[in-house]
């Protein structure tokens, strides 16, 4: 009773907010390339880049993909194409990730989202994208994409969730009925149909909404300095995880099944590693001898570049690759067929793989 009272002056605004866009009065504008965003109604944690990872790899070869963020935390302003040898101060941890395992893919970032979409098809012909992919959208009204795809957490029901500070929600989770598709993201790797059904009753959708269910999948560890990693320090049977990310539960997990002995420090998300982090890290790997260190996909874009970081951890420091897949094969082409109808009929010429 008392978060209801306490919250009900964000609700109200959110709520007023939404009725004005609903009603036209506040404007969204549409663009004449198709855009898919890609979106949530809470604090991170629900797989957002692995989402427009897996859409890169379904699109790219169909049309000249490009992805636009806002670049969370970065310094810089306004417009900046990313670039591989960028820092994540520059372009940000997300956009920096997907740039450097998609090279060929234009990565923007841009706060104002229509700004961004606007300088992306001021590029010349043989650069334009065809497709635009909004990362984190669904909550920039100004703009109405073509798709909206909401992700939400299996492990964190966004009706028995509360809006911010109280709970994780930034949005009325109602607003999950705007979407063209919603994906739930972290299930467990087998639900049966009566599962499937109250996890439907519990996000309250509208009956014709397509909802599908994806899990992640970890790949093998990689090194975060390609050239002066040790390998062998991956079959260690002792790591030391360190992440800044919203949820590192799952990784947790995934690390629990292939080390003996787990040692733990979770940072803020989009965590900026001090030098006293750096003294730590090099403190640890002086003290365990054996042990392996490992951090997220995200967190490596951020530790790159920094110049204090001991010659030892950067021997021994690894991440593991995570992707978005769906239950069963034939959700999968469910949702890829849904997202192919955004494929434009008349294809750039020149296009980039």
């Known amino acids: 009773m008392i978060s209801s009272v306490f919250l009900f002056p964000y609700w ?3 709520r007023i907010r939404h009725a004005l866009y609903d009603s036209g009065r506040l404007k969204s504008v549409s663009h004449p390339v198709p855009v898919i965003s890609v979106g949530n109604v809470t604090v991170g944690g629900t797989g957002k880049t692995p989402m427009v990872e897996y859409l890169v790899r379904l699109l790219q070869g169909e049309c000249r993909v490009a992805v636009l963020s806002r670049g969370y935390k970065r310094k810089g302003k306004g417009f900046h194409l990313v670039a591989e040898d960028d820092t994540a101060a520059v372009a940000g941890d997300e956009p920096l990730q997907i740039k450097r395992k998609f090279p060929d893919v234009l990565v923007a970032v841009d706060r104002n989202r229509n700004h961004g979409v606007e300088q992306l098809l001021a590029l010349p012909e043989d650069r334009r994208p065809g497709l635009i992919l909004l990362d984190d959208g669904f909550q920039y009204r100004r703009l109405k994409p073509s798709t909206d795809v ?9 009706f028995k969730d509360n809006l911010l500070p109280v709970g994780r929600l930034r949005d009325l989770p109602e607003q999950v009925r705007r979407a063209k598709a919603v994906v739930v993201t972290r299930c467990p790797r087998v639900l049966d149909e009566w599962e499937r059904s109250q996890v439907r009753q519990l996000t ?8 599908f269910f994806a899990t992640v999948r970890y790949g093998e560890p990689l090194p975060v300095f390609r050239w002066e990693a040790d390998k062998r320090y991956i079959y260690s049977k002792e790591v030391f995880l360190f992440s800044g990310v919203a949820d590192d539960r799952p990784l947790r997990v995934q690390l629990s099944d292939r080390y003996e ?6 940072y803020g998300d989009h965590h900026c590693f001090t030098r006293h982090d750096l003294r730590v890290l090099a403190r640890y790997v002086r003290r365990n001898p054996r042990a392996v260190l490992m951090t997220t996909e995200k967190d490596a874009q951020r530790l790159l570049h920094c110049r204090r970081l001991d010659g030892e951890v950067r021997r021994r420091l690894f991440y593991l690759p995570v992707e978005t897949e769906f239950l069963t094969w034939e959700e999968g082409e469910a949702f ?3 997202m192919r109808r955004d494929v434009p009929e008349k294809q750039p010429d020149g296009l980039l793989f």
Do not use: E, G, T
């Open 12 to 14: 109200l605004v959110l």
């Open 204 to 211: 309250r959708l509208r009956p014709d909404q397509p909802i």
């Open 150 to 158: 909401v992700l939400v957490d299996y492990n964190r029901p966004i």
């Open 261 to 266: 002995h787990i040692d733990h420090k979770r």
């Open 336 to 338: 890829d067929a849904l």
